[in-house]
């Protein structure tokens, strides 16, 4: 009971997207949560992105974008994401060339508060990470607004990964 009510607590705490509020129950990962990478030269301003040409993306994802991703990926499992690659995130998109997203091979989380908090109870450091540190690290770098809750736009886990079809 108690191990459920603490999931559940750090499900709303992650349900917070402001990100303003305190936390109820300290999650010890908070410490580990990487600063914002600085913006790398080169980077797109707000809302030019969508207006870039492939090539002109592949030479920023190539540059200054790996290097703040690798730096982001790297605060969490330095081991695990030292080698940090296009494949990582594109999966066949990157053998293709094509570096189409999001990428089927990479996990695919439920869609939904239910699928949200299972994850939030069994992965909460993960769902951390991404939420706290991936999804808005990417969104500025891309000069993407991030995910609002409310409005429901705006860049979020699906530019990266597929979500499991509804059950
Ligand atoms: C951390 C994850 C991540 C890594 C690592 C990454 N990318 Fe990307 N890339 C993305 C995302 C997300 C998008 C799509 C953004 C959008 O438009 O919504 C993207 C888009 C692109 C595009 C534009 C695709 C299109 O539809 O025109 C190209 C080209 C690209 N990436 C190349 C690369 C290359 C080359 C590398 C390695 C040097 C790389 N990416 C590494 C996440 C990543
Ligand atoms: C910029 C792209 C990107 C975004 C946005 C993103 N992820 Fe991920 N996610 C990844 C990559 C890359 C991996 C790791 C793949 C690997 O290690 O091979 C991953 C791994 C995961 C995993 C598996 C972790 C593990 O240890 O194997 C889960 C679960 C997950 N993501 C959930 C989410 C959720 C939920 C969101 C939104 C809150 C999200 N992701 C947003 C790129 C992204």
Redesign the pocket.
């Known amino acids: 009971m108690r191990s459920l009510a603490r999931a559940r607590s750090i499900w709303l705490t992650l349900a917070v997207t402001a990100g303003c509020a305190q936390p109820a129950a300290p999650v010890p990962l908070a410490a580990r949560a990487p600063a914002m990478p600085a913006m790398p030269p080169g980077a797109p301003r707000p809302g030019e992105w969508a207006t870039w040409s492939h090539d002109q993306k592949l030479a920023y994802m190539k540059g200054g974008f790996m290097d703040a991703?690798r730096a982001v990926?790297t605060a969490w499992e330095p081991v695990?994401?030292r080698d940090?690659s296009c494949r990582?995130?594109h999966g066949p998109g990157a053998d293709d060339g094509r570096y189409r997203?999001p990428n089927i091979e990479?996990?695919r989380?439920i869609r939904g508060v239910e699928g949200?908090r299972e994850?939030a109870a069994q992965?909460p450091g993960?769902?951390r990470f991404?939420?706290k540190a991936?999804?808005p690290a990417?969104a500025r770098l891309l000069g993407l607004p991030e995910f609002d809750m409310t409005a429901h736009t705006g860049?979020?886990?699906?530019?990266?990964?597929v979500p499991q079809e509804d059950p």
């Open positions: 991703e990926f695990r994401y940090l990582t995130c997203m990479l996990t989380p949200f994850l992965e993960v769902l991404m939420q991936v999804v990417t860049f979020s886990c699906w530019q990266c990964h």
